[in-house]
């Protein structure tokens, strides 16, 4: 294979392009009859530019990077190669000042301060302003898994979502929060997590004006506002607004529990179970109440402390129309109206239908014996 440099000539080139008898190129071109390329159709207004057209058809690849020893077909294609190599970045975006090595990039940046999305999914509708952005989303709807990851064989419709993923069995989280010192693997999870230092919330909830710092935890919440339910249980048939959700209620039905406490050895499914229970063994309560100064250990435990002192009681018995600040006392309150009793006693086989009713009754027990 013959190699060319950068600082040659065109005409050094071609001459020496032809004395190293290119076969396939020449092949290409004695099969076309007038200035049209014969592989794909291109046509062109002069021969000579046909004839760099063809070298793309070509697996002769002329010109080799001194950096790297990827190869071209092209001397510009190696010249624009090159840059990547270098740290001059001429093109400045004038919408953000973000700087690139290569015109090319500039123009397809462009495109993300554009509304103009002209590339428009034949399945969903859904439209790109990049044809590639296209390409990748169809992947979606098709099974076609091709990139596997070698570590755990979880498969991938793109290559850059493998990339992505290998990260997770990476030890090096390069991106590191200046507010609490917390490191992330990727330079977007780092950005989102600022969200959190962050009082803005700028996506509104249409239906309960909740804010959110992030779009995706907006359409996250929509889903309450939904009652389309698309993710069902195979074991015990419950249906959830979205697939984490199932992914999560599925761990109930394994007994798998991989996450253990090293305090009190107690085992959880999830990680992010774990996390919180470690705080049962930690003294920091970080999150203060600004109505009654009461310190809680979870941000949640505070939100749900919070509704105490309100007077909103949105969740609402549908038999008695009694009200309650929160789901899980309604959910308690509603086997009043049921007949189920699934607390037993195990000295009478007595049963309630709430757990602090058999405490209640267990006292009874406790005073029979005392008085004996």
Same mark, same amino acid.
């Given at each position: ?124 509708? *859904?439209?790109?302003? /990049? =044809?590639? @952005? #296209? !390409?990748?989303? +169809?992947? %979606?709807?098709?099974?076609? &898994?091709? $990139? ?33 010192? *917390?490191?992330?693997? /990727? =330079?977007? @999870? #780092? !950005?989102?997590? +600022?969200? %959190?230092?962050?009082?803005? &919330?700028? $996506? ?33 048939? *419950?249906?959830?607004?979205? =697939?984490?959700? #199932?992914?999560?209620? +599925?761990? %109930?039905?394994?007994?798998? &529990?991989? $996450? ?33 100064? *009461?310190?809680?250990?979870? =941000?949640?435990? #505070?939100?749900?402390? +919070?509704? %105490?002192?309100?007077?909103? &009681?949105? $969740? ?57």
């Amino acid at each position: 294979m013959l190699y060319f440099q950068v600082d040659q000539t065109e005409e050094e080139c071609t001459r020496m392009f032809h004395t190293s008898h290119c076969s396939q190129t020449e092949d290409l071109l004695l099969t076309c009859s007038s200035k049209k390329c014969s592989v794909c159709n291109k046509s062109f207004s002069r021969k000579d530019y046909l004839k760099t057209h063809l070298l793309m058809h070509s697996n002769d690849e002329l010109f080799k990077c001194s950096v790297c020893n990827k190869s071209f077909s092209r001397k510009v294609y190696l010249k624009a190669h090159l840059l990547v190599h270098s740290n001059e970045k001429l093109f400045k975006c004038s919408v953000c000042n973000k700087s690139f090595s290569r015109k090319s990039d500039l123009k397809t940046h462009l495109l993300v301060h554009s509304n103009d999305k002209l590339f428009k999914c034949s399945f969903c509708n *859904k439209s790109f302003s /990049q =044809k590639r @952005y #296209l !390409n990748k989303h +169809l992947l %979606v709807h098709s099974n076609e &898994k091709p $990139f596997k990851c070698s570590v755990c064989n979880k498969s991938f419709s793109t290559k850059s979502d493998l990339k992505t993923h290998l990260l997770v069995h990476s030890n090096d989280k390069l991106f590191k929060c200046s507010v609490c010192n *917390k490191s992330f693997s /990727q =330079k977007r @999870y #780092l !950005n989102k997590h +600022l969200l %959190v230092h962050s009082n803005e &919330k700028p $996506f509104k909830c249409s239906v309960c004006n909740k804010s959110f710092s992030r779009k995706s935890d907006l359409k996250t919440h929509l889903l309450v506002h939904s009652n389309d339910k698309l993710f069902k249980c195979s074991v015990c048939n *419950k249906s959830f607004s979205r =697939k984490g959700d #199932l992914k999560i209620h +599925l761990l %109930v039905h394994s007994n798998e &529990k991989l $996450f253990k406490c090293s305090v009190c050895n107690k085992s959880f499914c999830r990680k992010c179970d774990l996390k919180i229970h470690l705080l049962v063994h930690s003294n920091e309560k970080l999150f203060k109440c600004s109505v009654c100064n *009461k310190l809680i250990s979870r =941000k949640s435990d #505070l939100k749900t402390h +919070l509704l %105490v002192h309100s007077n909103e &009681k949105l $969740f609402k018995c549908s038999v008695c129309n009694k009200s309650f600040s929160q789901k899980r006392y309604l959910n308690k309150h509603l086997l009043v109206h049921s007949n189920e009793k699934p607390f037993i006693c195990c000295i009478c086989n007595k049963s309630f239908s709430q757990k602090r009713y058999l405490i209640k009754h267990l006292l009874l027990h406790t005073t029979e014996k005392l008085f004996k």
